[in-house]
């Protein structure tokens, strides 16, 4: 199916718009995870071993089938060389 015909079935759809938004903070952290990640040539092995942890975790981190604990992100952040970031906004309308 292309992505237009797709975007069309899912604009229609107010309940799967819905839940798009709720999935793109998710989608958000783990592209961020992996492209800094990658920018410091880590693979997640490695990575999962400067926070101690098992490669598989870090792996269903970055396909969306794990949710990190807020202590996880910040050992991920400390070893990407990043500050963790997380505050509330105004819901847009």
């Known amino acids: ?35 800094l990640r990658k920018e410091k040539k880590l693979t997640q092995k490695e990575l999962a071993e400067l926070i101690g942890d098992k490669q598989s975790n870090i792996s269903r981190l970055e396909s969306g089938n794990y949710n990190p604990t807020l202590a996880k992100l910040k050992k991920i952040a400390d070893c990407l060389n990043q500050r963790l970031d997380i505050r509330f906004v105004d819901k847009v309308r």
């Open 1 to 35: 199916m292309e992505w237009k015909k797709a975007k069309k079935i899912i604009n229609k759809d107010p309940e799967v718009l819905e839940e798009l938004k709720n999935l793109e903070l998710e989608y958000q952290i783990k592209s961020q995870i992996i492209t």
